[in-house]
């Protein structure tokens, strides 16, 4: 095989900013030198709804139970105002200092140091990285509960309810590693958008199913007991359960709509007209008013459905056993969506060590070179040897330290409450001060920096039921069983 220097012919290469200075018309190229981005608000919004929505949607009626109706509602309402909110500052602060105009800013990492920088940098860095990489092992997690429930779902139908139907975890997330380990290959986020598309049509499906089924149970009469304030203490819970339960309810509808972790790397697949910022604040509001809607219809009817009883998720803890054919189809989709939402999550992680290593390595032939391949079916597809090795070993590590930890699920509601509050709330409200230049102790900077603090609180006690749920979860676990607390 022939190979030639990404340094001039690299696609991917340009997207770590070093293969272009001067944008060349004899190439497909945007002002910047970087390939020409082709992105909309519909692509964007589909890579939104494929990060926002997944299967912890089918969760929110058990956070509904722990607050209700009241409560549960309100803070569902409340979040998704502050979400978009947040994300139309940080949409704003893609270019700087101008929003229109100025330079681009690739990654959230450039944003915070174009507008805030020191430390504040490698703050939002540590966050933004962690919370990626929790997400990524925790969806392996995810996917593989989903298609073990698919196993159990056939053996309850077969063998009756009670039945023990105790299936490995561990061959499913194999497969699903081995199923990442390909689709890595997709040199950036540029590329994602079929993907996307797919995932976003596989959590419509879920989450409709899930509604559809709780819509039956309730038209069917088989309601549970709810009431304004949630789970009854001495009934239902013990007093500490419910305090715990509570923060760690209003932390998982918090970080339920969090997607500031990919906003920017998502608003820099974006073609420059109509400008980036307007047409990313149209796919946030696309994205959260589609999620909203689905997350109250699965939260408020799967509440009326199961009352105070809710499970954890609909599917994978068997709130329904029939259609079983209808379940399997559920739980198959939940995990090709996130088959789709870890290459979301994972490509930032990728592009960010990829362009560290052009960066300090540019003579180095194995990190620098690509090999023309001619794939059946698609063309002709450039192949990395650094991108191959780096990126797949990054994938088997997840999966097996998805493996070894399988009640992770649980740590990765720690990492979602310490990266939740400085990236979907801190960063984008101080760099919007900074850019638009607020008067300190004005009326507008007060009310900022009361929703900054309020949400801290948020965070800090979501943070503290997340530990109390950890520490049930290991006390609980049982190895090669999907079930949990």
């Not at 018309?25 to 692509?43: A, I, M, Q, S």
């Not at 139309?88 to 101008?98: H, I, K, S």
Request: charged share 15%.
């Amino acid at each position: 095989m022939k190979s030639f220097n990404t340094e001039e012919h690299n696609p991917s290469t340009a997207e770590s900013g070093d293969a272009y200075t001067v944008s060349d018309p004899t190439k497909n190229v945007d002002e910047d030198g970087r390939e020409k981005r082709t992105g909309t608000w519909l692509t964007a919004s589909a890579h939104i709804i494929t990060a926002v929505i997944g299967s912890g949607v089918l969760s929110l009626a058990w956070a509904i139970a722990q607050l209700g109706w009241i409560a549960g509602t309100t803070i569902l309402l409340i979040f998704s105002f502050i979400t978009y909110f947040t994300s139309t500052m940080l949409a704003d602060c893609y270019r700087a200092p101008d929003p229109v105009t100025g330079k681009r800013n690739y990654t959230y990492m450039d944003v915070v140091r174009s507008y805030l920088g020191g430390r504040k940098v490698q703050l939002c860095g540590v966050a933004q990285y962690g919370n990626l990489i929790g997400v990524t092992v925790g969806y392996t997690i995810t996917a593989s509960i989903s298609l073990v429930a698919v196993g159990k779902s056939n053996c309850f139908h077969d063998k009756g309810h009670g039945a023990d139907c105790t299936i490995s975890n561990y061959p499913y997330m194999a497969v699903f590693g081995i199923i990442q380990v390909i689709l890595s290959q997709i040199p950036n986020f540029h590329k994602l958008s079929f993907l996307s598309i797919m995932a976003a049509v596989m959590s419509f499906t879920y989450a409709t199913i899930g509604i559809g089924l709780a819509i039956a149970t309730v038209a069917g009469g088989k309601v549970g007991k709810t009431s304004m304030t949630g789970t009854a203490v001495g009934v239902d819970v013990t007093a500490a359960q419910k305090i715990w339960r509570s923060f760690q309810a209003v932390g998982d509808i918090a970080f339920a709509y969090a997607y500031a972790t990919v906003l920017i790397e998502i608003q820099d697949t974006l073609r420059s007209s109509p400008a980036e910022n307007k047409a990313m604040k149209r796919a946030s509001l696309v994205g959260v008013s589609t999620t909203t809607f689905f997350y109250i219809l699965c939260g408020c009817i799967g509440y009326a459905a199961f009352g105070n009883k809710a499970p954890g998720d609909f599917l994978t803890d068997f709130g329904f056993f029939e259609p079983f054919w209808l379940i399997d189809f559920a739980n198959a989709c939940i995990a090709v969506h996130l088959i789709g939402a870890y290459q979301v999550f994972a490509q930032p992680i990728f592009q960010f060590v990829e362009k560290k290593c052009n960066r300090n390595y540019p003579d180095n032939k194995f990190i620098t070179s690509e090999y023309p391949v001619n794939v059946p079916f698609l063309g002709k597809f450039n192949i990395s040897l650094f991108r191959l090795v780096w990126r797949s070993a990054y994938v088997v590590i997840t999966t097996v330290v998805a493996m070894i930890f399988p009640f992770f699920n649980a740590i990765l509601g720690l990492i979602g409450a310490a990266s939740f509050w400085p990236l979907t709330v801190y960063f984008p409200v101080e760099m919007h001060i900074a850019q638009t230049k607020i008067k300190k102790y004005s009326a507008r900077w007060i009310a900022l920096k009361m929703m900054c603090y309020v949400c801290l609180i948020v965070s800090l006690l979501a943070a503290a039921g997340s530990i109390a749920g950890l520490i049930s979860s290991v006390k609980t676990y049982k190895p090669f069983r999907t079930s949990h607390e």
